[in-house]
């Protein structure tokens, strides 16, 4: 190797050496490190601000004469005695400060003690940080016992629902409202977001719940059988008809409530034949010439906006102001995010019992549905979980056994014979970690977020700060 070689690698080493210095000198954590006798070589500024001692007093001096001035005991003298590793506890003289300490022996190649070195976390910094996620954590056992109060105060639960997010809560609020009266309902949201379900809950918690809850999908059914499927039919009215008659299911619903599901797809011929069954409160059936009463709580439901379909003379505007007297809009699930992993768990603890499985999701799965978009909302999330749990191989679902799920869009992984999997697995962590620290600004909020211990989210961090630099900054 020439002398510029050479020199360039001097540099190179140089900087490496800055580098670690430069990292030593700003970890939280202190670091203390003695020579194979005990005396004192190297301390950070984490040190000297716990025990208020200056590096300049204490460079050179050995453990004994510390434990005589400055500290209650020494790791470094322990080491020596036993040749293992010590744990201890200290106090600072000078700060009266306590500190775990953890001092640990470092050997040459031949097996000789070279240095002792030692590192500490500020005891009482870790009293606070526990004292400070105690009572974050009472707080949020309070809200959650606020929310279960509410829950029982206005949200009888006559059904099992899952509502944690606010906007949640405020619609079954309202619909518990619409509950005890009468008034025809119309319940608008995409498709998947349970429209059926807080319709059953309307009528569940109604004067009429001991009553039949009839459910009609407009859109399943043929225009030519639509009439004698909701109004019926009297004995010989047209070919094939039964000879005992029919009654429709308007008459089946007498007294409790029927669900007119996707009633955007009503025909406009049937709109006019339903607005009058909602003017007059009865039902003439198919061949017959006497109407009959009836008793029915309307509720009605779709995804589609029957407003623009008003406009476009798809959908008539006195049907449309009868049905929607007391409208009821739920929210798509990528607005209520809260609901995300409380349904997620209800619908794998129910998996679980159905098949006796002992099946979890993985952290990291865990975040990715938080985070999807979920285009079929609950619907979506529910069938995901179903195949995840019937497809996963172990115990514990992990990101790749979610299917169809993508962070922002679907990730695509093209097969490749030199790839290597712990690199991308690490990157996909990285990228998650930084990400988190960014939105959050803070350590703890980061590794809450990503359902990570605190200590082990940190020391990912400073992992990848290192080795993808700007990590920690990102």
């Given at each position: 190797?020439?002398?510029?070689?050479?020199?360039?690698e001097?540099q190179?080493?140089?900087?490496?050496?800055?580098r670690?210095?430069?990292?030593?000198?700003n970890?939280p954590d202190?670091?203390?490190?003695?020579?194979a006798?005990?005396?004192?070589?190297r301390v950070?500024k984490?040190?000297?601000?716990?025990?208020g001692?200056?590096?300049?007093?204490?460079?050179?001096?050995?453990m004994?004469?510390?434990?005589?001035?400055y500290?209650?005991?020494?790791g470094?003298?322990?080491?020596?005695?036993?040749?293992?590793?010590?744990?201890?506890?200290?106090?600072f003289?000078?700060t009266n400060?306590?500190?775990f300490?953890?001092?640990?022996?470092i050997?040459?190649?031949?097996?000789?003690l070279?240095?002792?070195?030692?590192?500490?976390r500020?005891?009482?910094?870790i009293?606070r940080?526990?004292?400070?996620l105690?009572a974050?954590?009472q707080?949020?056992?309070?809200?959650?016992?606020?929310?279960?109060?509410?829950k029982?105060?206005?949200?009888p639960p006559?059904?099992?629902?899952?509502?944690?997010?606010?906007?949640?809560?405020?619609?079954?609020?309202?619909?518990y409202?619409?509950?005890?009266?009468?008034?025809?309902?119309l319940?608008?949201?995409?498709?998947g977001?349970?429209?059926?379900?807080v319709?059953?809950?309307?009528?569940?918690n109604?004067?009429?719940?001991?009553?039949?809850?009839v459910?009609?999908?407009?859109g399943a059914l043929?225009?030519?059988?639509?009439?004698?499927e909701l109004?019926?039919?009297?004995?010989?009215?047209?070919?094939g008809?039964?000879k005992t008659?029919?009654?429709?299911?308007?008459?089946?619903?007498?007294?409790?409530?029927?669900?007119?599901?996707?009633?955007?797809?009503?025909?406009?011929?049937?709109?006019?034949?339903l607005l009058?069954?909602?003017?007059?409160?009865?039902?003439?059936r198919?061949?017959?010439?006497?109407?009959?009463?009836?008793?029915?709580?309307?509720?009605?439901?779709?995804?589609?906006?029957l407003?623009?379909?008003v406009?476009?003379?798809q959908?008539r505007?006195?049907?449309?102001y009868?049905l929607?007297?007391?409208?009821?809009?739920?929210?798509?699930?990528?607005e209520?995010?809260n609901d995300?992993?409380?349904?997620?768990?209800?619908?794998?603890?129910?998996?679980?019992?159905?098949?006796?499985f002992?099946?979890?999701?993985?952290?990291?799965?865990?975040?990715?549905?938080t985070?999807y978009?979920?285009?079929?909302?609950?619907?979506e999330?529910?069938n995901?979980?179903?195949?995840?749990?019937?497809?996963s191989?172990d115990?514990?679902?992990?990101l790749d056994?979610?299917?169809l799920?993508?962070?922002?869009?679907?990730?695509t992984?093209?097969?490749?014979e030199?790839?290597n999997?712990?690199?991308?697995?690490?990157?996909?962590?990285?990228?998650?970690?930084?990400?988190?620290?960014?939105?959050?600004?803070?350590?703890?909020?980061?590794?809450?977020?990503?359902h990570?211990?605190?200590?082990?989210?940190?020391?990912?961090?400073?992992?990848?700060?290192?080795?993808y630099?700007g990590?920690?900054s990102?």
């Open positions: 190797m020439d002398r510029e070689a050479l020199l360039l001097l190179k080493t140089r900087r490496l050496c800055h670690f210095e430069d990292i030593i000198e970890l202190t670091i203390y490190v003695t020579d006798q005990a005396r004192t070589m950070n984490a040190y000297e601000e716990l025990s001692l200056k590096r300049e007093e204490i460079l050179g001096l050995h004994g004469d510390m434990e005589k001035q500290i209650s005991q020494s470094s003298l322990q080491v020596l005695k036993t040749g293992q590793e010590a744990n201890i506890e200290l106090v003289q000078r400060r306590h500190a300490i953890c001092s640990k022996p050997y040459d190649e031949n097996g000789n070279e240095m002792i070195i030692s590192n500490s500020n005891f009482e910094e009293q940080l526990e004292e400070r105690a974050a954590e707080l949020a056992d309070k809200y959650q016992a606020e929310i279960r109060a509410l029982e105060q206005f949200l006559a059904i099992d629902m899952v509502a944690e997010d606010k906007k949640m809560l405020d619609v079954l609020t309202r619909a409202k619409v509950a005890k009266v009468d008034s025809t309902t319940i608008l949201g995409e498709t977001v349970g429209k059926e379900e319709a059953k809950y309307i009528h569940e109604s004067s009429r719940a001991k009553q039949r809850f459910k009609v999908n407009c043929s225009e030519n059988l639509i009439e004698s109004f019926g039919y009297e004995k010989g009215a047209f070919t008809a039964s008659g029919k009654m429709g299911l308007f008459e089946v619903a007498n007294h409790g409530t029927i669900f007119l599901d996707e009633i955007g797809e009503l025909p406009l011929d049937m709109q006019v034949k009058r069954v909602l003017q007059d409160q009865q039902v003439t198919i061949g017959g010439t006497e109407p009959v009463k009836i008793d029915v709580r309307i509720l009605a439901a779709t995804n589609r906006d407003l623009d379909m406009e476009h003379k959908f505007q006195d049907l449309y009868r929607n007297i007391v409208p009821i809009h739920i929210p798509p699930l990528r209520r995010r995300i992993i409380p349904l997620a768990k209800r619908f794998l603890d129910g998996l679980n019992q159905k098949y006796h002992e099946k979890k999701l993985s952290n990291l799965a865990y975040q990715f549905l985070e978009s979920w285009p079929g909302n609950v619907r999330l529910k995901v979980i179903e195949q995840a749990v019937i497809m191989e115990n514990l679902i992990s056994d979610l299917p799920i993508g962070y922002g869009k679907t990730r992984f093209q097969p490749d030199n790839v999997l712990k690199e991308v697995l690490e990157q996909i962590e990285y990228e998650y970690i930084s990400r988190a620290y960014t939105h959050h600004n803070s350590v703890r909020q980061a590794a809450r977020s990503l990570m211990n605190y200590s082990t989210f940190e020391r990912k961090r400073m992992y990848y700060a290192e080795k630099p990590a920690a990102r």
